[in-house]
């Protein structure tokens, strides 16, 4: 069994929430919250991992070290 806690919002980010919970479709904020939680992380990963989107190409037989 998980346990809670009590969060203090304003009322205006409450209703932001509430807002976002419904263009979310969950069920409740603490989904919607850990929905962006979860976009966070990734929006974060692919930042950082990313970087050379692109400009990597595959490795050949010629990139082996012992052929070098």
Do not use: C, W, Y
């Amino acid at each position: 069994m998980s346990s809670s806690t009590t969060v203090k919002v304003s009322r205006t980010t409450l209703a932001q929430l509430e807002k976002l919970r419904e263009e979310l479709n969950t069920d409740s904020l603490e989904d919607a919250i850990r929905v962006l939680i979860r976009r966070h992380r990734s929006q974060a990963l692919e930042k950082v991992f990313g970087v050379d989107k692109g400009r990597v190409k595959p490795f050949t037989k010629e990139d082996r070290g012992e052929d070098r």
